[in-house]
């Protein structure tokens, strides 16, 4: 019994001595946003809520106290230095107490040239800023930095050509750390995203800390596995975009300096996650398709999870030749698988259609059956085929094609074969229906009608050049994999020379007729 006791009092003993080895651990962040450059910048409309997102995790899976944090939003140099030396002043009470580790963050997202931040009409250069950032007391300091220049659908950010962008870190370092990260290598662009409604750098740095950076599943996302998933999926994402590929950089200078851990989601108190199948790229939104974008899950993510606020959320992925979306609901402590069966198909031609995609337009080959009714001095349906290439927008859809049908009449002593090769260009604004889209257009175009003649005597072909107009209604459905069967039904007026060879006269003659098409297309 007493060797018992005696073994339970070690051990507590232990105990107590191995929690007060270990360090407190105590973490500050100065998050800036500057939307106004100088002058010459054109407004951004995301780094604000950049600023907004990185607090938000930090906050919620980071163990930052919300009063260790700073957010600068839209403020001028002298704004953000005061900031920065104020939490230095904090940071370095914090230090002085025994036992008490300290992580210091500092994010910026906006404008920049080579040598300084633009926040506004004022400048804060560069290196004042690694001054202020290095100068802190804390034993591990971070820096990010997403800046560069302004456009439109992947829009360039924060300032204008010039020399190379880089932030150099001194050899002599106050602290046992440092970490200067930035959204892309030098001479190139930082891009913004619509549909992301941020950059992407911190979209995808910001989804790294969520949990989809926690590539070794310990549960713990450390700064270099934030990095790794922000650079991989930057390179991937941007290399689809008009300003070119994106690589962001970093240098990292430690002193005996353990991995330093960002977030710990599994950590966080009333935890709730959202977890998704391999295969594809997931992206969520808070509350519906017009909210604000929590995170993505990439392709090639190992982590298939993001922790998230008990809260609705709206989850979109994107196939070959269709999107799965859908509504899904998580509720506080829960982890809620996302399932691709629960989550609706919709076709890219829909997706353009129906907006709020950096999804422009889908293109793709048409082909199928045509049937023209007779006209004027001709006889019969004319029966053929056609071939073109669709373009799907937002607003509508261009579809050029090529034509041809064949109709005649054998009645002894003459036959007549009556012949028309063309062209046309179909405009159309589609609405979708449930399982079915329909349409109505305008076709331009024009013929070349050709009529030969068998018969005992002399009859030389007949050639008229005539040119034609329709409007009409379509109909398609989708059939997977891209593919969709459609048809559409017109009036379509011709304007040809009809020749009267009794009193060898012309006249410019209109004809009426009713032209279809069925066939099959591919988006893509």
Request: charged share 20%; with cysteine.
């Amino acid at each position: 019994m007493i060797r018992r006791a005696l073994t339970l009092l070690i051990i507590a003993a232990l105990s107590c001595i191995s929690r007060s080895s270990r360090a407190d651990v105590e973490r500050f962040a100065v998050l800036v946003g500057n939307d106004r450059g100088d002058a010459q910048d054109a407004p951004l409309r995301f780094a604000g809520a950049d600023a907004d997102r990185v607090r938000d995790v930090l906050i919620q899976l980071g163990g930052f106290p919300a009063s260790n944090l700073v957010v600068v939003r839209d403020e001028g140099a002298d704004a953000v230095r005061r900031a920065l030396i104020a939490m230095n002043d904090r940071v370095r009470a914090s230090a002085a107490r025994l036992g008490t580790e300290v992580i210091m963050l500092v994010y910026y997202s906006g404008h920049a040239d080579a040598t300084a931040l633009h926040l506004g009409t004022s400048r804060l250069e560069l290196s004042e800023l690694e001054l202020l950032v290095r100068g802190s007391a804390a034993q591990f300091r971070a820096l990010v930095v997403d800046a560069c220049r302004s456009g439109t659908l992947a829009r360039v950010k924060g300032g204008r050509d010039g020399p190379p962008f880089s932030i150099r870190v001194g050899e002599q370092l106050a602290g046992q750390g440092v970490a200067f990260l930035t959204s892309s290598s030098m001479n190139e662009d930082a891009q913004e995203s619509d549909e992301l409604g941020g950059s992407f750098f911190t979209h995808y740095f910001v989804s790294g800390l969520r949990g989809a950076a926690d590539a070794d599943g310990d549960g713990h996302v450390q700064l270099d596995e934030a990095y790794r998933y922000a650079y991989e999926a930057t390179v991937r994402a941007t290399s689809r975009t008009w300003a070119g590929t994106q690589h962001p950089a970093y240098r990292f200078e430690f002193a005996g300096q353990g991995r330093i851990v960002l977030t710990d989601p599994q950590r966080a108190s009333a935890r709730s996650a959202l977890t998704f199948p391999p295969g594809r790229a997931y992206l969520v939104f808070r509350g519906s398709a017009n909210g604000a974008v929590v995170g993505e899950v990439t392709t090639h993510a190992t982590a298939r999870q993001l922790f998230v606020k008990a809260d609705r959320y709206f989850v979109r992925a994107r196939a070959s030749d269709h999107v799965l979306e859908g509504d899904v609901t998580v509720a506080e402590g829960e982890t809620r698988h996302v399932r691709d069966e629960a989550l609706h198909r919709i076709a890219y031609a829909r997706v353009v259609r129906k907006g709020g995609s950096d999804l422009r337009g889908v293109s793709g080959p048409v082909a199928g059956y045509t049937l023209r009714t007779r006209l004027r001095s001709s006889s019969g349906l004319c029966n053929g085929a056609f071939a073109g290439y669709a373009f799907t927008f937002a607003a509508f859809s261009l579809t050029p094609r090529l034509d041809a049908c064949f109709s005649g009449v054998d009645r002894a002593p003459l036959s007549v074969d009556a012949n028309e090769y063309g062209g046309d260009v179909r405009f159309a604004h589609t609405w979708d229906l449930p399982f079915l889209s329909v349409d109505i257009g305008l076709t331009m175009g024009g013929s070349w009608l050709r009529q030969t003649f068998t018969t005992a005597g002399v009859a030389p072909p007949r050639d008229t050049i005539a040119a034609r107009s329709s409007v009409g209604v379509g109909a398609a459905a989708d059939l997977g994999a891209g593919f969709y069967v459609l048809g559409d039904a017109a009036a379509e007026t011709y304007l040809f020379q009809l020749e009267d060879s009794a009193r060898r006269t012309s006249t410019l003659t209109p004809s009426l007729s009713l032209r279809s098409h069925l066939g099959f297309g591919k988006h893509w």
